[in-house]
Nanobody, 126 residues
Framework: QVHLVESGGGSVQAGGSLRLSCAAS????????MTWFRQRPGAEREGVAA????????YAKFVQGRFTISQDNAKNTRVYLDMNNLQPEDTAMYYC???????????????????WGQGIQVTVSS
């Protein structure tokens, strides 16, 4: 069983930046694919960005050029999401999800996820 914990959320003004972190513990494997999802109020959950253990990354079109996903190469258990030029429409609950397989991410998400974090709120004011 893999346990995921997100951190780094909060409130910022439009144009500001935040860094989210997702730490994995438990029965992790060296091969993985991790996705950052978000769910905006009244909307469906959507993939934002994903990265696998090979460092291959993918982004949703609505965040390209503003968000960057990265991993801690020293450990295969932490992934970051650097969010720049945040806008009010980025306000959402952000979740990390992980699969213990090195799926190639596509359009901002991995093919599947077997573990989920509890989510962290990001609020952007205008």
């Amino acid at each position: 069983q893999v346990h995921l914990v997100e951190s780094g959320g909060g409130s910022v003004q439009a144009g500001g930046s935040l860094r989210l972190s997702c730490a994995a513990s438990g029965s992790t494997r060296s091969a993985f694919c991790m996705t950052w999802f978000r769910q905006r109020p009244g909307a469906e959950r959507e993939g934002v960005a994903a990265i696998n253990s090979y460092g291959t990354s993918s982004y949703a079109k609505f965040v390209q050029g503003r968000f960057t996903i990265s991993q801690d190469n020293a450990k295969n258990t932490r992934v970051y999401l650097d969010m720049n030029n945040l806008q009010p429409e980025d306000t959402a609950m952000y979740y990390c999800a992980r699969a213990e397989k090195s799926w190639a991410p596509l359009r901002g998400s991995c093919a599947e996820a077997s573990s989920w974090g509890q989510g962290i709120q990001v609020t952007v004011s205008s």
